[in-house]
């Protein structure tokens, strides 16, 4: 299904509440609507929703804003608080006020407790229905009230949504809600549809935890006679199991991610895969995602979460990376784990060596592991299997090497001519002399391969690092 045109340009937003770290359910909504929107050329905005005072916190708005960066999730204009428009939203209350298509409610929480034990008691529905809703106003008294909007008493809503399709709601499930509070505070469903409807939002694409939010964010609409978004209800992501994504499943915050060492690029694959899907590609570019993400392409059931999935993407979005993005985005992964940021002599060596780091590395840090070679400095401290590699024979082969070395042209071919010769003299396998050679050089396990480091490294630091070894 492809989107009908629309003669508005888009708009989407992210809406997040400031509660806690950034969802990484609400990092695939913001990049669906920065997608859709960018992929139109149209404005993808961030709306801050700090309504609820009491919940929300600056370091929660802070982890939002960062997360945001670092997924490459760029909005348009400044970043909107919710909460500093609550005299538009309390205005918008008193213009339905007006229209009629709201009322003053003085009735107290004791009575509205009171309405839905008598309402359980006699088995009918507990949604609240105002005696105020009717009244005169002459009859008003002097109190505090709330402003409830006047829900429909018959017929039905259907909200046509574009993941969920034609999705009906009997008005009567439909309470009179509350828009603003007795202290003049609105509440949250006024909110969100006051700021969506002046910020110009044209698609909502948000979770489907929502959907029945939306029939009741109608009423608003309809009631102020503004246009209805685009509705798009995305099902939420699941763990492994099928089963609703929570803290038992493992990483829930996008910083998490980044911690574990994903690229941004590979994220921003890995959650447009996770739910929307286009044939049968996996890896694609952002270019790609740009040019063929599409509404029509958003599953109905929910996605699962599968940590193999998103290591193997971005493996492929390591090896596929321009050298001077993966160190922006290793320095930026060391600032997120608090490691001391590259020397210019380490981010120069990386330059160097990344040819031979990038394939087969999953994750930046098993880049980094790989990488060891060319961000320590001498003397080399082997880690145990290392220093075992280098015992006194492996330091007799490795000083018998050293003057192949120092005589050898340092190309590829002249360096494993080399390393044969002397394998061959000893009656050794290849490998067995790559053992020691590779502990002397990297002081790990884990490295390219002995002629990739020695070409990287160079030959008078190669020599000095077999002769600190012993091997000389
Ligand atoms: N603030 C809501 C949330 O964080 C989103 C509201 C919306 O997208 O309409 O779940």
Redesign the pocket.
Known sequence: MSDPKSDRPVVTRI???PTGFMHIG?ARTALFNWLYARGRGGKFLLRI?DTDRARSTPEATEAILRGMTWLGLDWDGEAVSQSARADRHADVAHELLARGAAYKCFATQDEIEAFREAARAEGKSTLYRSPWRDADPATHPDAPFVIRIRAPLGGATIIADRVQGDVRWGNDQLDDMVLLRSDGTPTYMLA?VVDDHDMGITH?I??DD?LANAARQMMIYDAMEWEVPVWAHIPLIHGPDGKKLSKRHGALGVEEYQRMGFTSAAMRNYLTRLGWSHGDDEFFTDAQALDWFDLGGIGKSPARLDLKKLENLSGQHIAATDDGTLIAEIAAFRAATQQDPLTDAQHSGLMRAMYCLKDRAKTIPELLEKAHFVLTERPIEPDEKSAAALDSVSRGILAELTPHLQNASWTREALEAAVAEVAEARGLKLGKLAQPLRAAIAGRSVSPSVFDMMLVLGRDETIARLSDAGGA
């Open positions: 809406a997040p509440s609400t929703e969100v909502v948000r979770g929502h």
